[in-house]
């Protein structure tokens, strides 16, 4: 009688800890499908875009093809803390003699951009505060690499 009587408890207490496995391990899957396809996911502009631009490489993956794609554009920025954290979500605008020519908001730390060749001042904001750069980008030659890093973590 005393056997039953523990095993009892102990059936109850495996089946409520199997349970609550197998809702971990069914909700486990999902999540890891979730942060995937988000490393996977680099922004490109409209074909229609005067201003060919791509950003992204949260991830290995999509850094990987980011880094692939990077010899098509002239100007490339990369937005870290200062800690060397990467930053997304950042808008970024650049201009030439005082007129928009692209803004948008990056979708990861790399921002790659095809400009004509001119003059441009590329500004980002990070923590309500702009920082801006001045790039002159030839008609032909090496590519203008920016750095922004933001003043806070």
Not at 28 to 55: L, Y
Not at 109 to 114: Q, V
């Amino acid at each position: 009688m005393k056997l039953s009587m523990l095993a009892v408890p102990q059936t109850r207490l495996s089946r409520i800890w199997l349970m609550a496995l197998l809702i971990a391990m069914h909700c486990w899957p999902a999540a890891a499908v979730e942060i995937d396809d988000a490393a996977k996911s680099n922004v490109v502009s409209g074909q229609q875009a005067e201003v060919p631009w791509i950003s992204g490489g949260i991830g290995d993956e999509a850094m990987t093809e980011m880094r692939k794609v990077a010899a098509n554009y002239n100007v490339r920025l990369m937005l870290t803390g200062p800690r060397g954290n990467y930053l997304a979500g950042v808008p970024f605008t650049i201009s030439r003699r005082g007129q928009t020519v692209v803004s948008g908001v990056t979708e990861g730390p790399l921002l790659y951009l095809k400009l004509p060749a001119g003059s441009y001042q590329v500004a980002v904001e990070t923590d309500g505060a702009r920082q801006t750069r001045n790039v002159r980008v030839a008609a032909s030659g090496s590519a203008a690499n920016l750095r922004f890093v933001s003043r806070s973590e």
